[in-house]
């Protein structure tokens, strides 16, 4: 049977059973229109009152099909004794997969003539996330990037320099045709302006140096 649901990026299978009036040796095929979504070997047939009947279970990968609903047909191949047939249509809904976002922040007490940056992944089970990674600052996007496949997941973000106060950073994975949104917890930032270093002064020979007072 075809389930009704499935999640992007996770493998689902059809288990199928074909019954004749004689033994049933062969293939079966899962289709969805022309895409080939798997093909099984059909175990060592049982009899019962009404004939012969033989089961296998058609692995389909995470990736075949699309968020969406899909119509999927199985095939019997057929045997000598036994002509081909085809199931009726059934349907799937696949769902994008789930996300999850985090963030690193390098420091969280910053000179406000700094630049901070900011390491973001996203994961999702069994895709490699692609799309675009925005930071926050509460409502405000302070700048957002593109992550492509061979990231990994995974992007190491340069910010703005800040001006002195407090920052409340999230990172937001904006999603994509295959996984969904998500967002990071929140890190608190703080752009400061940094303490002044006090130089000491001192005559030696006629000329005023900067340094460390003279020793006794």
């Known amino acids: 049977a075809v389930p009704a649901s499935a999640t992007y990026g996770k493998a689902f299978s059809i288990p199928v059973t074909v019954s004749s009036a004689n033994s049933v040796p062969g293939t079966v095929t899962a289709k969805s229109g022309s895409v080939v979504l798997g ?12 004939g012969d009947s033989a089961s296998a279970t058609i692995a389909v990968a995470g990736t075949k099909l699309a968020p969406g609903s899909h ?26 997969a789930t ?18 940056t900011v390491t973001v992944t996203v994961t999702a089970p069994g895709v490699t996330p692609t799309g675009t990674i925005a930071i926050y600052n509460g409502s405000k996007k302070l700048k957002s990037v593109t992550l492509v496949a061979k990231n990994k997941g995974k992007v190491v973000i340069t910010l703005p320099v800040l001006k002195k106060g407090t920052y409340k950073l999230s990172a ?13 917890k929140v890190a608190t930032l703080r752009s400061v302006r940094p303490p002044l270093k ?11 140096l900067l340094g460390a007072p003279p020793g006794p």
Do not use: C
């Open 39 to 50: 093909t099984a070997t059909l175990g060592a047939s049982a009899s019962t009152a009404s």
């Open 71 to 96: 119509a999927i047909t199985v095939t019997y191949s057929g045997s000598p004794g036994v002509q081909s047939s085809s199931s009726s249509t059934r349907s799937v809904s696949i769902a994008k």
């Open 99 to 116: 996300s999850t976002t985090t963030e690193k922040v390098k420091s969280l007490r910053i000179s406000h003539k700094a630049h901070d």
């Open 172 to 184: 937001h994975y904006l999603g994509s045709g295959t996984v969904k949104a998500s967002t990071s």
């Open 198 to 208: 006090l130089l000491v002064g001192h005559r030696l020979s006629g000329t005023y």
